[in-house]
């Protein structure tokens, strides 16, 4: 951001060779435009006419878009006030005019690799975040971060009274999968068995594999008939359309059996309602698979 076009150039000059330049002359412009464009490091000067540098760099430190956005700033050599209320507001680092070509580019250089430092560690924090709460096959969360979050969901609906079911699916057979065709296939299966499963299922309910085969819905806000009523469609969605998966036809044909519980009373645990959804999901299997069962109290 510079509306001197001697200096303008020059700092072009200086950078086109190791970067994608884009200068802005119109401080209007800057406030609109930065926020929409895909840049690692802005250049501000201090000495624009008719309008504060600082402003627009406090402006852009206060939306989410550009709050990480790297900041450099060039200040005339008299300038200590200026300078001092931008790093105040966040700048990242400045520069003295007269402008030194070879200092430019080592401050420039820095900057970005720090910017790219700071995006790689942060990707690596969520990554490794992400790997600790979801199961890496199916992207659903896994039993620990289940486990860790139902007793606070239990817990919240007796103390206001709520509702809050859990539903237990299996896929049937599926052991004959992983020996017929072969565990890849069983992945692939799981993968399809999960996107359908989230396919019929609001924002608030917690999709989890269990383990295995075996996936659990915690259902807040729910009881027992629509918890019921949900099962049935995850049945049905099961059921009704084939899995195209690497197999010489091309498709499976499988079920699920599904059992289902809900909080019933003040002294009743995750562990409680599991165990009825667990043997409601017996029920189901031993009548014949394919099919859901609810077990109360």
């Not at 008299?78 to 200092?103: A, F, K, S």
């Not at 993968?191 to 996936?215: H, P, T, V, W, Y």
Request: some cysteine; charged content about 30%.
């Amino acid at each position: 951001m510079e509306d001197q076009q001697s200096s303008a150039e020059r700092i072009v000059e200086t950078l086109k060779e190791f970067h994608t330049i884009d200068v802005i002359s119109d401080p209007q412009d800057a406030v609109i435009k930065i926020p929409e464009m895909d840049c690692e490091l802005l250049i501000v000067s201090l000495s624009l006419d008719n309008f504060d540098g600082l402003r627009l760099c406090s402006h852009l430190r206060s939306i989410e878009r550009t709050r990480d956005l790297s900041i450099l700033v060039l200040v005339e050599a008299d300038d200590n006030t200026r300078l001092l209320r931008g790093l105040d507001i966040g700048v990242n680092d400045y520069l003295m005019r007269p402008l030194d070509r070879n200092e430019l580019l080592v401050r420039v250089r820095s900057q970005l690799k720090r910017r790219r430092y700071t995006e790689q560690l942060r990707d690596s924090v969520e990554q490794s975040m992400e790997l600790a709460i979801t199961d890496s096959l199916t992207g659903l969360y896994n039993r620990r971060y289940m486990e860790g979050h139902i007793a606070p969901l239990v817990e919240k609906a007796a103390n206001r009274g709520k509702e809050i079911s859990l539903i237990i699916l299996d896929i049937d057979h599926f052991k004959a999968v992983n020996d017929t065709y072969g565990h890849d296939v069983g992945d692939e299966v799981l993968k399809e068995f999960s996107k359908r499963i989230l396919q019929n299922i609001r924002g608030i309910d917690l999709a989890c594999r269990f383990g295995g085969e075996e996936f659990v819905l915690v259902m807040p806000d729910t009881d027992l008939s629509f918890a019921f009523m949900i099962g049935e469609r995850i049945r049905q969605c099961i059921a009704s359309s084939v899995f195209n998966v690497s197999v010489d036809n091309g498709s499976l044909e499988l079920t699920c059996s599904v059992g289902v519980a809900c909080l019933e009373q003040l002294d009743d645990t995750p562990g409680s309602i599991l165990k009825r959804a667990d043997q409601a999901l017996y029920r189901a299997k031993n009548d014949g698979r394919n099919r859901v069962v609810a077990e109360a109290a």
